[in-house]
């Protein structure tokens, strides 16, 4: 598979592009499993296999609504790190890849057989280049939803797919551009965070890069235990940074040579993700923690060459919502959407639940190797 950058990888997708040349505007039917009419060189749906994950990636790189968890290595990520099933639907024409719909199977007991785009994942959904292309990978996904007999199918939406499907408010996303400059960057955090950052760089705290998932996953873990959420395995994040590469990384900030906070970032084109972060209970008497790893996030992944920073979903009305809007972010909604198979609602896996409060409350008083041993098994069905 050609590297990212590679002057393969270009031609590759090239040729995309030149595939996308005719004028084109996004498109939905407006319910699901209508099939478009017959064209004299008809689609064909296929899955995902190894041998065409270059073509798919270079799909995904050149198509303009596509997002870092449209990857074709998301499928090894679920299958690898979860032993999920999945099904990586692609729309073919001629050779030329039309459309792409990332799909991944969730079962569980406790909460319930969902197949969705993607679990795991904050964005999702298809991403075409024709209204052929997508009304078909829908009827396709449905199809697959029936057979299976899930309780629902879901799409993960940055964009309003304008399908008239019953949805879920819930969740935001916070994206803002980055700056050359560090400093115009700094003065676009408002006053209040921005003297929280600078007191961040008074308490002696830096930031590093780490090769390993060791560090990363002592703080994480304490931080989702302290918020009452099972942790995801340390295998998970071995191999999403396996998987991704240069394209994954972990920054640790240090108090005195002390692990206080760390995230795990994800860069997709000129954009930067800070995806699994946290801090140490102790990070809490350290003015201005969270304000500086971010600061220092952003100012690196500028100097990398990013262009928009990605602060990812919170749910309204939650801590982390305030923060990524005090920090100058403006939230954006996203556009969840579902079809329902088995489900007579859409479905409500989420903390804001009330029916999940008890088992919060109970797992924040757990202690962390315990948490820890168990968490594994409870977050593979989250999604």
């Known amino acids: 598979m050609p590297a990212t950058g590679s002057r393969a990888w270009r031609a590759m997708a090239a040729n995309i592009v030149a595939g996308m040349a005719r004028s084109y505007r996004m498109a939905s039917p407006k ?11 008809q689609l064909s749906i296929r ?8 073509r798919w990636d270079a799909f995904v790189m050149a198509a303009p609504y596509a997002t870092f968890f449209h990857r074709a290595g998301w499928k090894t990520v679920l299958e690898r790190a979860f032993g999920h099933r999945t099904h990586f639907l692609y729309a073919e024409r001629n050779g030329q890849i039309e459309g792409i719909l990332p799909l991944a199977q969730v079962k569980s007991l406790l909460f319930g057989n969902n197949l969705s785009s993607l679990p795991f994942c904050v964005y999702g959904g298809i991403v075409a280049t024709t209204p052929e292309a997508e009304a078909a990978l829908r009827q396709a996904a449905c199809d697959l939803a029936t057979r299976l007999q899930v309780d629902a199918l879901e799409f993960r939406n940055l964009h309003d797919s304008g399908s008239g499907w019953p949805g879920k408010s819930l969740y935001v996303t916070f994206r803002k551009p980055i700056d050359p400059d560090p400093e115009v960057n700094l003065k676009g955090i408002p006053g209040r965070q921005r ?26 873990s ?17 191999v999403l940074r396996e998987v991704f ?5 972990v920054l640790m900030i240090t108090q005195a040579g002390r692990d206080v906070a760390g995230v795990m970032n994800f860069y997709f084109r000129d954009q930067v993700l800070p995806y699994y972060g946290g801090s140490i209970a102790a990070a809490r008497d350290i003015r201005g923690c969270n304000h500086f790893m971010y600061w220092d996030l952003m100012r690196r992944s500028a100097e990398r060459g990013c262009r928009l920073f990605d602060f990812g ?5 939650t801590g982390p919502y305030t923060f990524k809007k005090n920090y100058g972010f403006t939230p954006e909604p996203l556009h969840y959407e579902y079809f329902l198979v088995k ?3 859409v479905p409500n896996v989420n903390p804001t639940n009330p029916k999940y409060q008890l088992l919060i409350k109970a797992w924040e008083k757990l202690p962390l190797p315990v948490a820890n041993a168990i968490g594994p098994f409870l977050a593979r069905s989250l999604g």
């Open 31 to 41: 319910r699901c499993c209508v099939m478009p009419d017959a064209s004299p060189q």
């Open 47 to 54: 899955e995902l296999t190894e041998r065409n994950s270059p």
């Open 195 to 220: 003297a929280m950052v600078r007191k961040g760089i008074d308490e002696g705290l830096a930031g590093e890069f780490d090769d390993g998932v060791d560090r990363i996953y002592r703080v994480y």
């Open 222 to 238: 304490e931080s989702v235990r302290n918020l009452g959420t099972p942790v995801f395995s340390k295998k998970y994040l071995r």
């Open 245 to 249: 590469g240069n394209d994954c990384d």
């Open 313 to 317: 979903r919170s749910k309204e009305g």
């Open 343 to 345: 489900a007579q609602d």
